[in-house]
């Protein structure tokens, strides 16, 4: 999808042809949008191409007309009802008269700026649109980390009484999802190293260095910071719950287990004493009690409820099944 906006009276619009100091936003590109795009700006098309593979690391390249910065953002999708998280690369084209991003989905990193509900955001302010951009990439990070969290925290209210695999799965794909969260700041955090050298921004001669701008720029490296110490936090939480899961699961089933053992155990008492009464004996000396009794029924049974009572009380305070 092409789509191209511009500052126009301190609004941000949509427009449909290129002008100075506007934003060209590719979302999925096709081959010919890309083509196009690259023919009016003068993108080489293999840069434009470049954030298309999930596979592209961050970095910064500086040609002889444009600058390109690609960076992780965090995305999630559904899959069998649930969220699944993980990292895509977004590219930052600045050139001469425009700023173009390119990404493989319609990311809602970029979404409020299309809006226009960030403030002081103005597309011909192409340093601060950079800034920005990461700005928001990073609390993207900090949003998905704490619904991590709070995923966590309901797994483990699960898995008080799990006897199953599927709560440790999801832990095992919580914590494969930070690991990438963490690889992706870790790399996010390099981009914006370079960014703060003024060396490297001089260098960089489509993104200049503004003073108003330079403390945005700290912001940016603190988000991000604070988003790389909250992953690495919750992984090691993870990993703890995931060791313990396993043994969590099987005490759970040890429990279950119990429960069927004392029960099996008292049902064995009256079984066996009715399956004596029930092997024909003579009345006599080696006859069964109460045989030639009126109540003698009554009183077996009464002998056999009383004999499962104290059994199933002396089973459930033993050691033995503790």
Known sequence: MLRMFNTINGQVEQINKLEDGSWICLSNPTDVELATVSSQTGVDLADLRAPLDDEERSRVDAEDDYTMIIVDIPTVEQRDGRDHYETIPLAIIVAAHTIITVCMQD????????????????????????????????????????????????????????????????????????????????????????????????????????????????????ENKQAIEMANIYSGVLANMTDASASIVSNNLNNVMRIFTIISIVLSIPTLIFSMYGMNFQDGMFGMPFTGSRWGFFIVIAISMVITGLAAWWLTRSKLFK
């Open 107 to 222: 990311t809602p990193v970029l979404h409020p700026f299309m809006e226009g509900t960030i403030r002081g955001f103005n597309t011909y302010m192409k340093t601060r649109f950079v800034l920005q951009i990461l700005y928001r990439n990073a609390t993207m990070y900090l949003r998905y980390l704490r619904i991590i969290d709070r995923s966590s925290d309901n797994l483990e209210l699960k898995l008080q009484h799990s006897m199953q695999n599927r709560e440790i799965l999801q832990l095992l794909e919580l914590s494969k999802t930070l690991v990438y969260f963490t690889t992706s700041l870790k790399s996010n955090e390099i981009v914006m190293e370079k960014l703060r050298v003024t060396e490297k921004l001089n260098s960089l001669t489509h993104i200049k260095q503004y003073p108003e701008d330079e403390d945005l720029l700290d912001d940016v490296i603190t």
